[in-house]
């Protein structure tokens, strides 16, 4: 691509009011600021708030599913007709993309999301994504925005993602923000408040569980406040927020797809000596595979994790989990060739 990309997520919290209505002069001022980076950037917006905005339509609205998912049809070409009002003075026109987690999960539906945005772009538009509630599986969907903004970041080869929030950016214990964290350790994860705001899904865990997913990618990740002056324009230059620094990643993109967006179905237990092997960046051979902790069928992504049930790496199988019982862990049967598997 000619330009660098960009996403920017904005929470439902960060939009709305303290009641719960959108707050149009956040939009406005996203818009403006936005405006100001497009001609440099090609940009996502992720946006929250569909559910915010419908859910005042609905009498004795009490947050079930249905509910939530008749809040979003309602509430999403709201979102968007909002969207569209404040950046029309600048002569940028958005879509509406409502995304699901198997768009990511299968690759080739992958690439053609891509190809889309691509086009909008060549265009001059700004695509505008969100979970699509509407229809998403409760056992299949995106934990959040966030971990749609940081697919959408990873799989697209984006070099800044920008989190937005109703705080400063990431607080010490002092209450102070956080001015730039090097690595995103379990120190750093840490800091972030357990609590989630009473309007949207995520909170300060999830934006920092993402964002080292993001940093471990190569991609550089602010958390900051949207109503601090400028707080977008700021935080592109990490002058604002807490700025989460890029790790080296010389990962091809194929392989960052199958760490972040592929789906995980299934996991198993290996021991110390296929752990040594898959860090050395060799294939996983089903006599290091101690025990299959979730079944899984031959091509699914499968998760390897260590006798400390820590995730080391992801990996597509090459054989059913079925198959891999019944080879009696034979010493040459090959789990997960090299190639298609990812450290984490």
Avoid at 121 to 142: G, H, M, Q, R, Y
Avoid at 164 to 180: C, F, H, Q
Avoid at 186 to 202: N, V, Y
Wanted: hydrophobic letters at 40%.
């Amino acid at each position: 691509m000619s330009k660098p990309i960009l996403v920017i997520k904005f929470g439902t919290a960060s939009i709305t009011r303290e009641n719960g209505d959108l707050d149009e002069t956040v939009i406005a001022g996203i818009a403006r600021q936005v405006a100001e980076l497009h001609a440099s950037y090609h940009i996502v917006l992720v946006s929250s708030g569909a559910v915010a905005a419908g859910r005042q339509h609905l009498k004795n609205y009490s947050g079930s599913i249905s509910e939530r998912k008749a809040a979003a049809a309602i509430g999403n070409p709201l979102l968007l007709s909002k969207y569209s009002k404040y950046f029309a003075p600048y002569d940028i026109a958005v879509a509406q993309s409502l995304c699901e987690r198997h768009h990511f999960s299968n690759r080739e539906q992958f690439l053609q999301l891509k190809r889309t945005y691509e086009e909008l772009w060549e265009n001059n538009i700004i695509p505008i994504a969100n979970e699509n509630d509407v229809v998403s599986n409760t056992e299949l969907k995106f934990s959040d925005n966030d971990e749609l903004a940081t697919l959408i970041a990873v799989g697209f080869g984006a070099t800044q993602l920008l989190f937005s929030t109703s705080v400063a950016g990431v607080l010490d214990r002092e209450g102070k923000v956080v001015p730039k964290i090097d690595v995103i350790d379990q120190h750093a994860l840490g800091l972030a408040d357990k609590e989630k705001s009473a309007l949207g899904l995520g909170g300060m865990v999830s934006k920092l569980t993402f964002a080292r997913l993001a940093t471990r990618m190569g991609i550089q990740v602010v958390i900051f406040g949207i109503r601090t002056t400028d707080g977008i324009l700021n935080a592109i230059n990490g002058n604002t927020g807490t700025l989460c620094l890029p790790q080296p990643c010389s990962m091809p993109a194929r392989r960052k797809w199958l760490a972040s967006g592929s789906l995980v179905t299934g996991r198993i237990l290996v021991d110390a000596g296929a752990q040594q092997a898959l860090e050395s960046r060799h294939s996983l051979l089903a006599v290091g595979v101690k025990e299959v902790l979730e079944k899984f069928e031959e091509g699914e992504v499968i998760e390897m994790v260590n006798e400390n049930n820590i995730a080391v790496a992801v990996g597509r199988a090459r054989l059913s989990s079925d198959m891999l019982e019944k080879s009696g862990r034979q010493q040459n049967t090959e789990v997960a060739h090299a190639d298609d598997i990812v450290l984490l």
